[in-house]
Structure formats: C-alpha cells, structure tokens
C-alpha cells in the first residue's frame, strides 16, 4: 500500500431543501457580494434560481448573474465571466449548475489574482490565492463540488485540458437531491456513466489496497442498482440521493487512497473526442471508450481485471465483465460504439494526436499514437 | 435517505517514514512552540520520540514534554498537562500515541480557553475555540487522529464521558503503520474490534442508504481480512496499513452519513464498564457486549441485521452471524463473555446504572436499566 495524503476541506450540506443554507453559508465567511455562475436557464425553470437568490437576500448579499456557460466550458467565457468578477469587485463566486458551471467559476476564481487563465492550464503560472468558491449542485456527474480540479476548453486551439489547485475546493457545496428529480433520463444516465468512469480510473490501478479496492467495488455497485432503480423510477429520492452521493465520492478522495494518481488513459482519449466534436457529452465517450480500452490493456494486469469482473459484474473472466457493461450501458441507453457517435475511422488519427498533444497517455500501458487508433478500432 | 453534513478537514499523511514531516506541518502554521504529549515511554523504544523531536528541532520549533497519559486517560491527568500548557504558553499540542494521547490533547487543546475541562463534558460550557492540534498516531483503533470527539474518564466521580467540538479536529495526522508492527498482537486485536465495533454503531442504524452501507461492508470485510492476515504475519505492511486506514476511516464521517447519528448503545455501556474497571481495555467490553446487544435487539429490526449477517459474515441468519463473529472474535484471542473480564453478576446492577448516568442509552431499542441488565446477562 503506497504512501498518501488526504485532505478534502470540502463542506458538503445534502439533502432536501437544503439550497436554503446557501445565504448563511456564504454570510458566515463576511462575504457580501458574489457572483453567481450559471448556465442555460434551466435553474430559472426548476426554481433553484429562486431559492439561491432569495437566500442571499435574506442574508444581505449583493449578486451580479453571469449566464450562458456551455457544457464542455470555453476559455472564452470564462475570460468574459472573469472581466465581470474584477470590475465587479465581487468577493467570492458561487456556481449555481453542473460540473460545467462550476469548473468555469473554479477557473475564474484561480485566474482573478492570476495574469490570465490559460497559463494556469499551460502549467506556466501556479495559483497561490483563489476567490473563495461555493457552489449549488444541479447535477450529479463530474464531482467538481467535491474537489479540486476543473476542466476548460480552449475553444481557440482545440484544448481540452484539465487543471488542479488546493485553493478552488469549494467553502461549501450544497447537494439537493430532488432539484435532480426532472433531469432528461440520459442526463442521469450520463451522470452514471462518469461516476463509473471516475471509480474505474483508480480501481485499475490497484494491487494490494483493500480498503480503497473493497470501498471502490461497493460505490461501482451502488452506481450501477442505482441508475438500473432510477431507468424504470426516475422520481425515486433515495435511488436519486444515493447516486449523487456517489457521484461525489467517486472524485473527493477516498477511491483515489494509494492509487498513484489514477490511471485517466481514456479521460484524455476523451478529452480529445470532446475537443473536436464538442456536441458529443463526456460520458458518452466514456461509455464507448471504457469497454474498448479495458479489452485492449487488461491482459498486462489481469488480476485486477479478473477482480472486477468478478465482484462488480459477477461474471468470472474479464471478457464477460466487459461484454455485462456494455450491455448494461446500452440498456441504460448510452452509446458502446463510435459510430453512434458519429465519428468515422479516418478520424481516428486527429483523435490521437490531439489526446498526445498534452504528454503521455496511460500508466498500465503508455499508449502511443498506434495504441490509441487501436482503441478507437475497437470501439468503432 | 436522511439529509446529512459533511465536513472532515483533517490533513492525513499516511506511510512509511512519513513521521519526520510533523515539523515542517507545524512550522507551515507558523507555530514555534508545542506541548509533546506522551504516554508511558514505548514511543522512546520504538524510534518515534526520536523521530518527532529531530524534526520539530530541523524546523525551530521549541517543546515542552508531558508523559504518563494512562489507557482510559483521566480528568486529573488532563489538568496537569492543562497546567502545563498555559504555563509554558504553548501554540498547539502535539500528540504522540495512541487514542488516549490524542483525546487527553483534544481535552487540553479545547480546554485552553474554557474554564476548565469538565464543564465542556457536563455541556455547561461550549468551546468556542481551541489550541491546534496536531498528532503522530502509534496504534490505530480510535479514529480520534481524524475526527473532532474525546473521551475522558473523570477519575474523582466514575464517569467515562465523551465530548465533540469542531474546533479539536486536529490540522495534521501522521499514521505510518510500520511503528504499529511490533505492538503485542492483543492491540492490533484491539484495534480491529474497535473498528469493527464503530462501523456497527453506524452500519444498524441503516434502512436505504445502500451508498453508506455498501462502504460499511468493504470496510467490516477488509478489517476482518486484515486482523486474520496480521495475527498470522503481523510484520506484513500492507495488511498493517490496511486497517490502520480502515480503522481511521471507521470514524472520519464517511461510514456515518445518513445514519441518524450512530446507534452507540454498546459504546455507552462500555463506557461504564471500563469507568468501574479501569483494567478492562475498551475493546475487549465491545467485544463481549456487541454479539448480546445484537441478539436483544435485532428482532427489532430483522432486515438491517440480517443483511449483516449475509454480506459481512456470508451466513443465511442473525444468528448465524453472531456465532460466526463470536467464533472469529474467540480465534483473534478477544473475550466474548464477561467472566473472561472478571466481572460478575452481582455487579451488573451497577454498570447499568453507570451508563444510564448520562441520559437514554440506544436508539434501535431504548434500554432501561432492566434491558442492560439483560444484555449483561447474555454477555455472562
């Protein structure tokens, strides 16, 4: 078992009607004016717009809205959202949406003490200091709540690059349940898909660690009862509450104990789909690349394979366990294949080189531009 | 699935040769002088006084050092290192130790600024701040290096009492397992029974929550495997580190969300077991008392108990799974019957009026003084 450190300051409030606190929360750090960050509208509809903004005024907190972040966030938004924040003067920003809104307010908060946001990415300026960071939750998918890292797009140079600081873990993040109540199917089953993904990427690395091994094989195993209860009930709050909780465990550190960092091969595959076709969602390219992937790498750690196969899927060699998920994802409704995606072969090479643009790929196995188009054949 | 808060922000780092790092740790929180709280002296044989003094010293940090906090650490005790504390004008404590070190030095940390220390055990003063704390854990059982509770004994009136307070979280824990591997193989023993025994108090509280009762399982199942490996290969690290990060875990807020609080009847009556016998190691009352304290209440309900019995124990009743964790407790060497502690019936009136002291005992069932008396009578 590998040597770690833990440390997650993060304040999770979860439950019903809990969007409420926010005011409070954010009153008990002195702040008294915030931006809010937030998407296309839909929290206006579902009323988590409403009782964000009603909160803060209850508490006296002045707010300046910046609307229109996208899934997949753009550096150019982000640098206009930025603009708002200094001329505004606000003293913290609170993301109100999904793992999308709140990556973006985790950029804007490193890059307000920073010279621009970008180099935080190219890794040519480290942040020291960040605005504090709160954020409401509206889907569960991406664990951004619960962490420290984020993800942009630099939409001027087909850049899908992540980024981590220990001064974006948000204050407090607030996890409602019930707003997630009337999300389209495939968003929760997107959701799902991620959860998974997050977990696989640690799982695999494993040896000898069975505490994180155990607790990661009990989170997969929840993940997957609980998108197969919410398919046929999406109304079910305890499926629904149990499926976000372990959507944030999945990326707040505890599946990640002694797992060097995580293995993030097909992550950066994706990063790469994602960048140049931004209309495909993260989870669908997961749930085309994982399966393909595990086909490709697991005959170099088939101990680790063969364990998940046996106690996530209950099938007793890596094949069926690969062949159960895919099945289970196209039961679920999500894509196993590159062509639903609409991505054709002669685009498999763009695809790799732009996933090698950032360094290496892979730890079981580096892969390099050949190992990728492979990949890609596979999931075709 | 019940609303929770989640906030644990403890800084753990956990390995091999990780305890020279506690003085860059304090020196980080520009601390320049510490109280170092000890036990008996085996922290002088093992390598580990030397280990935390060298590194205080690299780092300029002056100490103050107070020995001889007993098993079961006692008001009169804290006092004197209270004395010592505000004499010497120290900026935190440093705990070097076990749990009992630990809960002494949250004892102190918290009493720093308070009246004195009992009050904040009768509730009649709240601890609105507190020294840092910082602790160097030699034997893994009580979880108290990573959460905000303490338990004391007030050795003038008998009461083994426990107390919470955010501000006792301690900034930094150092767990490196290798110092555990010579402990007497009836304290790792301990450790696991203690372990296993806070993971039930939360685990039976537990209806739909399959997120949290699907960890508490991979933890019950990897502390069982881990204490069978160690009492054959007790130098085997992994193992070692394995449940000294289940044993952290047990108690780090992850195994209680949504679980109304815990149950801690067994913990409760323990507490007065060990008041009125100083002799009896916390573990050993839980090991004698929580196999009767399941078979008096889980009539009461069947489907948490027995879904312990079949995904913990892999047995089709309770009681079958009570006989198999007796049977494993009697194979570890741990008591199952109080005989074993010297206690005898004649005293059980006694000890049910002791932990009723402090107000109702249970949850799933409300013991009145004649259903402890019954648990005892099982236990004999």
């Given at each position: 078992m590998d040597n770690f450190k833990f440390h997650n300051p993060v304040k999770i409030i979860f439950g019903k009607d809990t969007i409420r606190e926010i005011g409070s929360e954010i009153h008990s750090y002195g702040i008294s004016k915030v931006l809010i960050l937030m998407g296309s509208g839909s929290v206006k509809k579902n009323g988590v717009y409403e009782q964000v903004t009603d909160s803060l005024e209850k508490y006296g907190i002045d707010y300046v809205e910046q609307w229109g972040v996208t899934p997949n966030p753009i550096l150019s938004h982000t640098e206009e959202s930025l603009e708002i924040a200094r001329k505004e003067q606000v003293q913290a920003v609170l993301a109100v949406g999904g793992g999308s809104v709140i990556d973006e307010a985790k950029a804007i908060a490193a890059a307000y003490y920073a010279p621009d946001v970008w180099?935080?990415?190219?890794?040519?300026?480290?942040?020291t200091n960040a605005l504090p960071l709160f954020t409401v939750l509206t889907i569960s998918a991406t664990a951004s709540e619960i962490n420290s890292f984020f993800v942009l797009t630099n939409d001027r140079e087909n850049k899908k690059w992540s980024c981590g600081s220990p001064h974006v873990?948000?204050?407090?993040?607030?996890?409602?349940?019930?707003?997630?109540?009337?999300?389209?199917?495939?968003?929760?089953?997107?959701g799902g898909?991620?959860?998974?993904?997050?977990?696989?990427?640690?799982?695999?690395?494993g040896e000898n660690e069975e505490s994180t091994l155990s607790i990661n094989e009990a989170l997969m195993r929840t993940v997957i009862k609980s998108v197969d209860e919410l398919v046929s009930d999406p109304l079910n709050y305890d499926w629904r509450a149990n499926l976000a909780w372990c959507s944030s465990l999945a990326l707040q550190g505890i599946t990640s104990v002694s797992m060097g960092g995580g293995e993030f091969a097909c992550h950066r595959i994706e990063h790469a789909i994602s960048a140049l076709y931004p209309s495909v969602a993260h989870a669908e390219g997961l749930s085309v690349l994982f399966p393909a992937w595990i086909e490709y790498v697991s005959s170099l750690k088939p101990h680790i394979f063969e364990r998940w196969a046996k106690n996530v899927w209950e099938v007793d060699s890596v094949a069926a366990g690969i062949e159960k998920m895919k099945e289970k994802f196209k039961y679920w409704g999500a894509p196993v294949s590159l062509s639903e995606l609409d991505i054709e072969q002669d685009e498999f090479e763009k695809i790799a080189e732009n996933a090698l643009l950032i360094g290496e790929v892979g730890k079981i196995k580096e892969l390099n531009k050949q190992d990728i188009i492979s990949i890609l054949n596979i999931a075709q």
């Open positions: 180099s935080l990415f190219e890794k040519t300026y480290k942040a873990y948000p204050k407090v993040s607030i996890i409602d349940p019930t707003v997630q109540k009337y999300l389209p199917i495939n968003q929760t089953i997107n898909v991620d959860t998974l993904s997050h977990i696989m990427e640690f799982y695999f690395m």
